[in-house]
């Protein structure tokens, strides 16, 4: 192999595995120099993991990384970034107090005499800097009031500063106006014709195409192709993206559908989602996809009242609700499982009893004294319902397998009567065992008349289980399928926002 | 429309920068002119020469305080370090009445320096919240206080006249205890502008982790800033003794709290990375004129106390508003993009 083809980066075998659950398998590719290189896949593909092993935050199981041909150990984020290797965050990592110069130039200040700072050159370094990219703000802006396209641009700054060899760029254009996407592309392909290589990272496949030379697609955590982007239309891109068959894994049962029990309309948070309208039914399993960042946790939130709405409606069981707080929602029969709450929502030296019972304790504690019995009984109907395996309610939670933990947490909400449940990530980095598991509880929710609306970033999960799927799109709902009418490709289509006939 | 919304963003933070001074310096005109008009030994020299010794102490103290809040870290010890280092060096007088001044003041600067670095490994190496570490040091600080006194006090009579001249000498009609303060702050203010040591203070108050990532020394820093307000409250104890002569263990009890009142008046962000001296100069001043008017007019305690959190209160509340109303625009500015991108989308 010659010098002018030998990649600047090389990745062999390289296997990475939290918990069991493989985040990277056997991922082996090569970036060539000067070129802008694309890494695609779904929620969850093992594009972070990859760029948290790349950026020295984190170490792979198994692997090698090569770097001009020799083998390369990046033991912490200081290595990398004496090897050239520097990534630019999605939330950009800037010091809101510091002018634009200082946040260019942040631990690095260049120094004139008695060590004191040299305030000239910093300006003129900086200003030359940004010069250079095109910026319409000056070195002594404060950051603080900078947007955030305008933070991403310093961030592309503060990278250049510390000559650069490998910039990594994840979603830069999530929070960007197609004109400023545009500049940021011409900024992009100025760095790779000086020679920088970017690893460009984004969900918008009109933008992979735009820019990218070479695009590589991962998907559960496997390495599934390299090739170069002209020879990638995008539905083949979507095809290698998703490209597995729905199995047995997610058992819906049918369920007897009845009347509308929810209805939004034209919900708006400004700058976050606008105009989101949909309807729930009685025993219906309702899906709500989107890639992270689209809205979906954002409107669920709002009408659970944590977060506030500008404007739109909510409409329980016919009445008007104003969601104002979660005490609010939970009296009108809804319910919100944030993600972090089933695995963090249990106080684990507790037992099962006292776990379910935490949520209505009020109800079981007339004139103040609670009544045992009561919280006893309570447990043990929800032991049955969702048929929790244990010794006795009185077993201590922290003895509990995962799937059963998070029945408990179930209970928990279940125990103040919701009649509409949100559900927000139920799966989310649990075994395939204790998924299956969740499923077939959600499943029986709804037979027994439940309305769920399923927050997930996992494909199979909301074509497997809804009824009924939602898509939204940087804060707008795109798309509403029917279950027959729902394919991995066209709920990716909808995410990603290509149209079908390209 | 974008730009607008953009520009609008930035000038209110280019204005926030700024607010915060003007809107002391208007404070400060308001508050002489009220008690100028109540009280007609206000505007008098030696009224204005008072407010001068006491704004002294606390400002030199602040000044350290800053430091450390800058670090999103707050030091309460600085009134048990003060008291403490008062005592020393007013002991130090009484059994070697020739030492030179300034070299028993060095003296409380070291002892002040030792436990301003026993709050900073607190805090950076054993990773204790600075606020628990140093309330945990408060109490140890003036516990060793309260040891080494043993429940005596040394009274002016048997202080030198070489000491006692400091608080009481003017030279230029500007008492000596704040010509200190005037080059302790300058200083101050030097170090923040120009020492890149100090300039990382900003930066890992502004966003620790981001600092970590640019490859800052938090650690050393952290420590640091402890260290020059650990030396800084030592001086401070040294001058507290020459103003308040007759020194015990209860010497600039609660002291800590007027340190940081006009830190906080001042615009120094308790959650770190942003304040300057020039505010913390003149939040010292508000709160110690309107302390200096009110015992002239003989208005109660309780009003004095009750004013000193009311400018707290206002204060904080002029910077959430300002956040606030940078948020929304921020906000606003996001749902424009984004209508623009599906506007682009759906044509």
Known sequence: MSAETAPLLELRGITKTYGGVHALSDVSFGIQPRTVHALVGENGAGKSTLVKILTGVIQPDEGTLLIDGEVRRIADPQTAHKLGIVAMYQEPTVFQDLSVAENVFAGRHPRSGLRTVAWRQLRSDASRILDELGVDFGPDTPVRGLGVADRQLLEIAKALTSSARLLIMDEPTAALSPHESDNLFATVRRLRDRGVVIVFISHRLEEVTAIADTVTVLRDGGHVATRPAGELPHDEIIRLMVGRSLDALFPKEPAEIGDVVFKAEGLTRRGVFSDVSFELRRGEIVGLAGFVGSGRTEVAQAIFGIDSLDSGTVAIEGRRFRPRSPRAALRRGLAYLPEDRLNQGLVQPMSIAQNTSMAVLPALTPGGVLRPRRERALARRFMEQLRIRATSIAQVVRSLSGGNQQKVVLSKWLAANPRILILDEPTHGVDVGTKAEVHRTISGLAAQGLTILLISSELLEILGMSDRILVMREGRLVAELSREEATQERVIQAAAGVSEAA | ?347
């Open chain 2, 1 to 347: 429309m974008i730009g607008g919304g953009r520009m609008s963003a930035r000038n209110i933070s280019a204005a926030a920068f700024r607010m915060r001074e003007i809107g002391l310096v208007i404070g400060l005109a308001v508050t002489i002119a009220f008690f100028a008009a109540r009280a007609s030994n206000f505007l008098t020299v030696g009224n204005w020469q008072g407010i001068a010794q006491n704004v002294a102490i606390v400002l030199v103290v602040a000044v350290g305080e800053t430091m450390v809040i800058l670090t999103r870290n707050i030091d309460l010890s600085v009134g048990s370090i003060v008291g403490l280092s008062a005592y020393l060096s007013a002991a130090t007088f009484v059994h070697h009445s020739n030492f030179p001044l300034p070299v028993v003041a060095l003296v409380a600067i070291a002892v002040g320096l030792g436990l301003g670095i026993v709050n900073g490994l607190l805090v950076a190496v054993a990773r204790i919240p600075a606020i628990i570490a140093t309330l945990a040091t408060l109490g140890i600080y003036r516990g060793i206080d309260v040891r080494i006194t043993g429940g005596k006090n040394i009274t002016a009579y048997q202080l030198p006249d070489s000491f006692l001249n400091l608080a009481s000498s003017k030279p230029l009609g500007v008492p000596a205890l704040a010509w200190i303060a005037i080059a302790i702050t300058v200083l101050g203010a030097l170090v923040l502008r120009w020492a890149p040591w100090a300039r990382d203070f900003y930066a890992i108050g502004s966003n620790p982790d981001a600092a970590r990532f640019a490859g800052i020394p938090a650690v050393r820093r952290v420590i640091t800033a402890f260290a020059v307000c650990g030396a800084l409250a030592g001086l401070g104890g040294f001058m507290f003794a020459a103003r308040f002569p007759t020194v015990d263990a209860v010497a600039a009890k609660n002291f800590e709290l007027d340190v940081i009142t006009a830190a906080v008046i001042g615009g120094v962000n308790v959650f770190g990375g942003a304040g300057t001296i020039l505010g913390v100069v003149l939040g010292a001043l508000l709160v110690e004129t309107i302390q200096s008017g009110f015992t002239l007019l003989r208005i109660s305690e309780f009003w004095r106390l009750f004013f000193n959190g009311f400018a707290i209160v206002v204060a904080v509340t002029i910077d959430a508003l300002v956040t606030r109303r940078l948020q929304t625009a921020l906000r606003r500015r996001r749902a424009e993009i984004l209508a623009a991108r599906h506007l682009e989308a759906g044509s």
